[in-house]
């Protein structure tokens, strides 16, 4: 992958983890609206459904004024909490919440992460404020990868099937549906898309098809289950070790 075309995504990457990693405040929508977001990511549009996309952002972004009134940003900052605070939309942006049988935050995909994200040399800041299967943490990983001296394409890829290409839509999905403001519902949208069109680049570059929604469930489910049986309690039985008193 060309130096040029990886800064390029890098600073795609850059605006989407910032909307995703903080709530939205005037200077960050002054800039958007100054650099017309999002026409300028480097990822355009490639089909029907990303351009619907990219223009309700456009529409929800020309909806607020150059400088809301407090009670708005007060407004995008209570949706902001309802999406990635405490959960009322029922759309964690933690991946073991969408893989645990029991949605349970902090189980096998955070600690599979986190030895990703070692091998690369990535550490998440502050593992105990936000856990390594975040939506931004996985952003922020991409991001690392493709600043890397040499770019592993088909293992990036493999990365987004597994991890972050396979949860996000449905959390996409639950936060258009559910979310009280334009904004966020559209950035859902955006990032869902944008992440689409990333996979497929990568296998135009690489030759690194994406498997089917199928495969990859099949596949996790598999990974998941050999996790369970690596990890299951040994049962005491009195007597076979001895007297039991």
Same mark, same amino acid.
């Given at each position: 992958m060309q130096a040029e075309l990886r800064a390029a995504l890098v600073d795609d990457l850059d605006q989407l983890i @910032?909307?995703? /990693?903080r709530e939205l405040d005037n200077a960050t929508l002054a800039a958007l609206k100054a650099t017309d977001f999002p026409a300028g990511l480097a990822l355009a549009p490639a089909d029907a459904m990303a351009t619907q996309a990219y223009a309700n952002v456009s529409a929800a972004l020309a909806g607020l004024s150059d400088a809301p009134a407090a009670d708005v940003i007060d407004d995008l900052a209570a949706d902001y909490a309802a999406i990635y605070l405490n959960n009322r939309l &029922? $759309?964690?942006?933690?991946e073991s919440v969408w893989l645990d049988d029991d949605h349970l935050a902090c189980q096998r995909p955070m600690f599979e992460l986190r030895e990703i994200y070692a091998a690369a040399g990535f550490k998440a800041a502050d593992w105990r404020s936000r856990f390594d299967d975040?939506?931004?943490l996985q952003l922020h990983y991409l991001r690392h990868v493709l600043q890397? $001296? $040499?770019? /592993? &394409?088909?293992?990036? $890829? #493999?990365?987004? /099937? %597994?991890?972050?290409g396979y949860w996000f839509p449905d959390f996409a999905q639950r936060v258009a549906l559910g979310c009280n403001s334009p904004f966020y519902a559209a950035l859902a949208e955006l990032t869902h898309v944008w992440l689409l069109r990333f @996979? #497929?680049?990568?296998? %135009?570059i690489y030759d690194c098809p994406p498997p089917s929604r199928e495969q990859m469930t099949a596949r996790i489910q598999k990974k998941l289950a050999l996790d369970k049986a690596e990890v299951a309690p040994i049962h005491f039985m009195p007597g076979a070790q001895g007297p039991s008193w």
């Open positions: @910032r909307l995703h /990693d &029922g $759309a964690s942006p933690y975040h939506l931004v890397a $001296a $040499a770019v /592993d &394409g088909k293992k990036m $890829a #493999n990365f987004i /099937d %597994e991890h972050v @996979r #497929n680049l990568l296998d %135009e």
